[in-house]
């Protein structure tokens, strides 16, 4: 807070102040109707977070190290790469962003989370499927289909889960207390639809009774690119959303950009998956339909980043005192970057040279961790002290975590972006030879791209054995507090 | 924006509009190819694959092998998959009508593999390239699937399934190094991927 | 964000609550008492600027639908071939026979025969320096790139028992010239001998066509025939 924009307790009136102790008291509520939930979903997302970072720490290793324990089938790269990729995105972020979810629909619908407890079965299984998932893909029983690997075995305990999640959060928007939509709402409640649409189609039409041939490679991309363009994405845009303007305590810039924003993503987004079958044996008009979806996303991203980056105009000083803040306002550049890359590498010229190669890996975390992980936390190093009523122990755990993601982050997408880029010029001009004993090959000129990569990802890890302790500490915390309160009644009875 | 059944609606209907235009069109469109009867030799392409070919998809499936190759070609006019003889001719939906699932891959840390059955038929080749990846192709950096093979103390006679290996890659004397059911699967299926057949659509 | 040991910062000071919390990280607190209300939106018009934005982005959009659409027909594959852009020709560029020799030997026989020609010993035979490439005619070097040779083969005094790959249908008698040429005439192996041309590819092919199905050549079978091919 600083002298220009004091704080609004201090600017309102007597009578006003009393009227907004009342809607903190709603609010008080809330957050303590979502503790028991959000505490179970987030540490089981952390718990997820640092598996999936091994598997992935792992699975660089191994690509410019193929000797690194190679002798074990379970950690061969094959297998680690999808059990890192199934790890962070069903166990970590899928967790988290439910948690995230829950608390933001709670708090702008105004409505306290009725029945805590069956998000908690519901986190149970959830967190059972994607254990069985993972453990059948590194022992092999993986479907082969890349973003769907975990065995029909694991997946329905995975949909009844989720579903008991949707409908759970729908309810809690049915019988909302606000009159008023505001904007993040509308991303929370679609995404909490569009994931079990896609996700039970491409299920269906994949695993239990596959379509015949590419129609295949159809539905999967249209399914993994609107994980993230329906699911991720939408509750990344949301926390921003929210988070910027609470914590600035100023309106979101514009009204009508938002309304602009939301609707083109809507119809665009879900468009987009065949840019990654570029030049594949698809029909020419599918991937040229996805690739001016592509095209078309600038809209979104220009009104969102404008709405996001102009809300945050002028308050930069803020970052200074902000954690949650600085979190958030990575994400949403890095959302602005990531989007208007991924554009750049859907046309087909683009494609040409980047496609099959580490550029598109790169992106991928652009937008999966320098984006959307970042976001979540943002949020949830907002809501753990209001919830658990306790406040973060050490500032300090806070930095080393946001630096060493952050750091780490571009120290793994921007080298490789470069690297991949060369790697596909290289691999377009037939007389540099794939792999060679001495000269410089295709495989050769990536190495120094993959070593950097390991090093990022062990700056990574750091951050997040330091968020993990941070998270440890406070939950440690809150049940001391409680211990002290509950002796204290005790003691008082007597 | 303040009317919840409206936004509900909208939600609804952009969803579907993709569903119906990249998975039911397709579907409707391309999801029933049938094998043609190719001209110049009079026999039906593409052919379903033998039983052990299809053991060693699974094995190509379980391992993760899609994460590092692809199984398609690019046009003569895009990228250089023609020009390193990855394939004669581009792939299209038809050479894929029996895989399932359909691996076409998107990384190319390794070559692409949809005609390795042509451009590489060596048993022998594939066997030594799957213990020990440097042993054919120097600076590999493909992961060893050494797990797919067992040491044996040598019996009576050598096995005629043993791997003929190099002296630096090869075990102690007195014992021999042979391919389990999985990695013979795997290399009868590596020897069915080809798509050479010049079907008339990919003129 | 300072550590929680430094001084709180002055500037929250006007909220007696905020004291005694570490400066720079009041997000962190449970009870926040600087925690605002909710977030809203400002009613702003749109910009022109961007109404014209989308404008140009909807007509590009429509343009390249049609351009590149290929007719919406399930099998045109090629984004070019269709309408306006049909009359577009992709020639591929003609290249250098020994450029080329190059490029199919680094992708084909390299795999075996080894980016350095010398193969590996006991496994895959050498080409540089073996009898079998600087025979005075290629006649038989064609025949066992066209439908492969099976071992027992000897090469420069080792025997190797292996079973090579046919390029029949893989090779074009260009590349297989190209090849044939590349590994004929390349000086750094120490190889010099003549090159050889499509058409004389091309000839052997159609000879040979019969005999492709019953498999690879036995060494017998090649060493039975002369060094050059007769004319016909």
Redesign the interface.
């Known amino acids: 807070m600083n002298a220009a924009s004091p704080s609004i307790l201090a600017a309102l009136s007597p009578s006003d102040n009393e009227e907004l102790a009342q809607r903190r008291a709603v609010l008080a509520e809330i957050d303590a109707s979502c503790r028991g939930p959000l505490l179970f979903l987030f540490s089981g997302s952390i718990i997820w977070l640092l598996v999936g970072t091994v598997f992935a720490l792992l699975a660089s290793l191994k690509l410019h190290n193929p000797e690194y324990l190679a002798n074990y089938s379970w950690l061969t790269f094959g297998r680690v790469r999808p059990a890192h990729l199934n790890a962070v995105i069903y166990g970590f972020a899928s967790e988290a962003a439910i948690g995230v979810t829950l608390w933001l629909m709670c708090r702008l619908c105004r409505t306290p989370l009725l029945f805590g407890w069956i998000i908690n079965a519901a986190g149970v299984f959830w967190n059972l499927g994607v254990t069985i998932g993972v453990v059948a893909i590194l022992a092999g029983d993986s479907t082969g289909i890349e973003w769907l690997e975990i065995p029909p075995y694991a997946t329905p305990i995975l949909f009844v889960s989720y579903a008991l999640i949707a409908v759970w959060g729908v309810i809690t928007f049915r019988f909302r207390r606000e009159k008023h939509l505001y904007v993040s709402q509308w991303y929370l409640l679609a995404a909490l639809f569009w994931f079990p649409w896609i996700y039970s189609a491409a299920q269906i039409l994949l695993v239990l009774d596959p379509v015949r041939g590419t129609v295949q490679a159809a539905v999967n991309w249209w399914f993994a690119h609107n994980v993230l363009g329906l699911w991720f994405t939408p509750i990344g845009l949301a926390s921003i959303y929210y988070f910027i303007p609470k914590v600035l305590g100023k309106p979101v810039y514009n009204y009508s950009l938002s309304v602009l924003g939301f609707w083109s993503l809507a119809l665009f987004y879900n468009w987009n998956g065949m840019h990654h079958l570029v030049g594949g044996p698809m029909p020419a008009w599918l991937i040229t339909v996805s690739i001016v979806a592509s095209v078309m996303m600038t809209i979104p991203v220009i009104t969102v980043g404008i709405n996001h980056h102009l809300t945050m105009w002028g308050s930069f000083r803020e970052l200074k005192t902000s954690p949650v803040l600085r979190f958030m306002v990575f994400g949403g550049m890095s959302y602005t970057l990531t989007s208007l890359h991924g554009i750049a590498l859907a046309l087909r010229s683009v494609s040409e040279v980047t496609h099959f190669t580490h550029s598109t890996i790169a992106h991928s975390h652009q937008g999966m961790y320098a984006f959307f992980t970042m976001v979540m936390f943002g949020a949830i190093y907002y809501i753990m002290p209001r919830v658990l009523q306790v406040d973060w122990p050490s500032a300090r755990l806070i930095r080393v975590h946001f630096w060493a993601v952050a750091i780490g982050i571009l120290l793994y997408v921007f080298p490789l972006i470069v690297g991949g880029t060369l790697e596909g010029m290289a691999m377009t001009n037939p007389d540099v030879p794939f792999v060679d004993a001495v000269k410089p090959s295709v495989v050769s000129l990536t190495l120094p791209y993959l070593k950097t990569r390991s090093y990022s990802g062990m700056l990574i890890f750091l951050g997040h054995l330091a968020f993990a302790i941070s998270f440890g500490w406070i939950v440690l915390r809150w049940a001391q507090a409680g211990r002290l309160a509950r002796l204290k009644t005790s003691l008082a009875r007597v | 924006m303040n009317y919840g059944p409206i936004l509900f609606l909208g939600i609804f209907l952009t969803v579907a509009s993709s569903w119906c235009g990249l998975v039911l069109i397709p579907h409707l469109q391309f999801g029933r190819q049938q094998p043609v009867k190719i001209e110049e030799t009079g026999e039906l392409y593409p052919q379903s694959r033998p039983g052990i070919a299809q053991q060693g998809m699974a094995v190509y499936q379980a391992n993760g092998c899609i994460y590092c190759h692809t199984q398609q070609v690019r046009a003569e006019h895009f990228g250089a998959d023609i020009a390193r003889n990855w394939g004669q001719r581009r792939t299209v939906a038809r050479d894929y009508i029996f895989d399932k699932p359909v691996m076409l891959g998107t990384m190319r840390t390794g070559p692409d593999l949809t005609n390795i059955g042509l451009r590489q038929n060596s048993v022998t080749w594939h066997l030594q390239h799957l213990y020990t990846p440097v042993i054919t192709s120097k600076g590999s950096i493909m992961p060893p699937f050494r797990f797919l093979f067992e040491q044996r103390k040598i019996g009576a006679k050598p096995s005629p399934d043993a791997v003929p290996l190099p002296k630096e890659y090869a075990p102690e004397p007195g014992y021999e190094i042979i391919p389990k059911a999985e990695a013979k699967a795997l290399v009868q299926y590596l020897l069915s991927l080809k798509a050479s057949a010049p079907l008339p659509e990919t003129r | ?4 040991t430094s001084t709180p ?1 002055s ?2 000071g ?2 007696p609550r905020s004291r005694g ?26 910009s022109l600027m ?1 109404v014209i ?2 404008a140009t ?1 909807f007509s ?2 429509g343009y ?2 049609h351009r ?15 309408g306006l852009a049909a009359a577009k020709t ?1 020639a ?1 560029e003609k290249l250098d026979p020994y ?1 080329l020799g ?3 030997f ?3 026989c ?3 025969h ?3 020609g010398l193969g ?4 895959y035979p050498p080409l540089a320096g073996s009898e079998w490439v600087l025979a005075p005619g290629p006649a038989r070097m064609i025949r066992i790139v066209l439908d492969a040779v099976q071992g027992p083969i000897p090469v420069k005094g080792a025997t190797f028992d ?5 390029w029949r ?4 008698d260009e590349q297989i010239a190209a090849v044939i040429t590349f590994v004929r005439t390349q000086k750094e192996w120490g190889n010099t001998a003549s090159p050889v041309t499509p058409e004389e590819v091309a000839a052997i092919r159609a000879k040979t066509k019969a005999r492709s199905a019953a498999g690879p050549w036995t060494v017998a079978e090649l060493q039975a025939l002369p060094d050059q091919e007769p004319n016909p």
């Not at chain 3, 964000?1 to 929680?4: I, Q």
């Open positions: 964000m300072n550590s929680p910062s500037s929250p006007n909220d919390r570490p400066a720079g990280v009041k997000d962190l607190a449970a009870r926040d008492p600087l925690e605002h209300v909710e977030p809203g939106e400002s009613q702003r018009p749109i961007l934005f989308l982005l590009w959009a390249y639908a590149y659409g290929g007719g919406y027909e399930p099998l045109i594959y090629n984004e070019n071939a269709y992709n591929a450029a190059q490029r199919v680094g992708n084909t390299a795999r075996c080894q980016p350095d590996l010993p006991g496994q292996n079973v090579m790959t046919p249908d893989t090779l074009n």
